[in-house]
Nanobody
Framework: QVQLLESGGGLVQAGGSLRLSCAAS????????MGWYRQAPGKQRELVAV??????INYADSVKGRFTISRDNAKNTYLQMDSLKPEDTAVYYC??????????????WGQGTQVTVSS
């Protein structure tokens, strides 16, 4: 059973910063990528940032230069969010693409953490 535990969301004024954390636990036999997605009310879930096991990092155009994704040697990933804007308001989800015991690549999701940016 793989679990992703997110923390760090909250309410912040425009221009402020927040740092999201995601800790993965359980039986994961190799990680392909870890990243963050977000979903605003009435909108589809969208990619915010992702880091792959090969060291590649991608950001959504809307957050480039403001958000920074990182990952440590364990199964943790972080999202530093600076210069936040009201349009960044959403539920943020941690995602892990990893291999299960049968060798299949699977998507795992956290429960989501609310980020609200006031103007």
């Amino acid at each position: 059973q793989v679990q992703l535990l997110e923390s760090g969301g909250g309410l912040v004024q425009a221009g402020g910063s927040l740092r999201l954390s995601c800790a993965a636990s359980g039986s994961i036999f190799g990680i392909s990528a870890m990243g963050w997605y977000r979903q605003a009310p009435g909108k589809q879930r969208e990619l915010v940032a992702v880091t792959t096991s090969g060291g590649r990092i991608n950001y959504a155009d809307s957050v480039k230069g403001r958000f920074t994704i990182s990952r440590d040697n364990a199964k943790n990933t972080y999202l530093q969010m600076d210069s936040l804007k009201p349009e960044d308001t959403a539920v943020y989800y941690c995602n892990l693409k990893g291999y299960n015991g049968g060798g299949s690549l699977r998507d795992y999701w956290g429960q989501g953490t609310q980020v609200t940016v006031s103007s």
